[in-house]
């Protein structure tokens, strides 16, 4: 039935997780107003990016069938 | 005044998703009596259909009022809920296909059916069970006030509009289950897109840019000390709690989970974990909403509050066809959360209320017979709560609805890993971090942040981040102890277990 199981050796593609994680829950680390992109400060911008990378390195994980 | 173009749009698109709701019944037919048919669809939703469920379902139209709103109130700390919703996901990937493959191969439809499952224990099931309708009743409340906002931005009466949403999501979900949501939910998730790209592309156009959008709320930020464009040093404790406990906290509401349990397989749930984030970065662009009600000089209506920012923005940037059709996506965007929140009370009600506590030996037809009226039920009590209780109360409840739902972690997705934790040790950490939760919001006067000093220096930690510690650090102290207790003889046959 399960035809997708986790592949051996592709485990450690979800330490990839601690990027958001570390990324995102220490806000000193991005909480500036530069650089801007078309306007947006920094803050604002880096936070709406992170949504995509996360998304990718889940992806990713997914994939490889981590 | 009642704007009649706005209304008529707003009648139609929701006449449309009436009659979508009663059709949905003949959808991928299924036997509605059974309750995995009427609560959970028959779990058979594929990617895309479990993409625009989980999305009406995660991200309701309450959010999508009172976020930008709390953007225009308090600016920066208000978007904490786009890293919320983005870390969510990697917690997903990683709890959520094997909640899914448990409860399937058992034919669990509720966490509290997965929690008696795992542990054995009764007591737990139902303090689970109980734990999740608590917090979910104010959540239905307040999608009923996203209604409320929408309807009194074109001048109707917010209470009569919302008797007759009342009805016609009632007797959807009633007759429908779980298919009448999740075929609404693309409707709806077309319309909110429209809204959003039109709002996003067309709002800062008109106001020249995201640089005069910005320098508006840099100016407030300047003028008031409530206000910030970034964060205060003070409030990144409070921020980065707010972000980690609310992500631990989304996937253990029911709702959330019935919307889970609804797919097809884990392979489904894996691939919504890297697809649903969409849905972030639309709540995202949304958010900066509230910064160009400020450029754009639009006061909320006294009513609402905050919470009314979207709309009045709406109604002065738009013309009124597209306002309506914009106040009818935000509307219909709150019935469909509304109706799985319904329907997921419904099924821990009947599971594990009902069946074990009320009439143990009952029939199959019976239980989605007692699920539908249990539906009916939590919906019309959700509209009591909106109509009896001053709207910041409910508000105030959610708050504490996500230090509530937090403390079934340790029974529920740490019961995922590991069977080491004493049923009794849970129950004990759960009456601990309800109290340590429940006592620190009041201690903050209705807050959900409390304000530790720790060494002279003030920490501002969410409450349901620190009572699940205390939860968590009981339910560990005390299993060696729970489990050092010989068991007591309940006659011969029952020792070994």
Redesign the interface.
Known sequence: M?A?RPRKGAGWL?LL?LV??VG?????FY???KPEL????F??WF??A???V??????V??LARA | MIDWVALSIFVFFFLLVTVIGFVAARWRRGNLKVLEEWGLAGRKFGTVITWFLMGGDLYTAYTFVAVPGLVYAVG?QG?FA??Y???I??LA??VLPRFW?ICKANGYVTPSDFVEGQTGSKTLALLVALTGIVATMPYIALQMFGIAVSVAQMGINPEIALIVAFVILAAYTYTSGLRAPALIAMVKDGMIFIVLFATIIAIPIALG??????KAAADKAAATNTFH???A?S??AP??TL??GSALALFLYPHSLTGTLASA???VV??N???L??Y??LL??LA?LGYMALAAKVTPPKAYGANGIVPALIAAQFPSWFAGFSFAAISIGAMVPASIMSIAAANLFTRNIYRPYLRPNYSGSEETTVARVASLAVKLGALLFIFLIPTQFVITLQLLGGIIIIQTLPSVFVGLFTRWFHKWALVAGWIAGMATGIALFIEAHNNSTYTFVIGGHPIGVYSALSSVVINLVVTVLLTPVFNSVPARPRGTEKAAA
């Not at chain 1, 995102?24 to 000193?28: E, N």
């Not at chain 1, 078309?38 to 400060?41: K, L």
């Open positions: 399960d997708r979800l997780f958001p994680f995102l829950l220490y806000p000193p909480n500036l107003t078309i306007g947006i400060p803050f604002y936070q709406l992170a949504i995509v996360t998304a990718l390195i889940t992806f994980a997914y | 920066a978007f786009v890293p919703t983005v870390l996901y990697p990937f990683l493959s840019g995201f640089g005069p959008i910005f464009l970034i964060l040093p409030q990144f921020y980065a972000v980690l397989s884990p392979e894996k691939r974990a890297s697809i984030p969409a972030s970065l995202g662009l900066l």
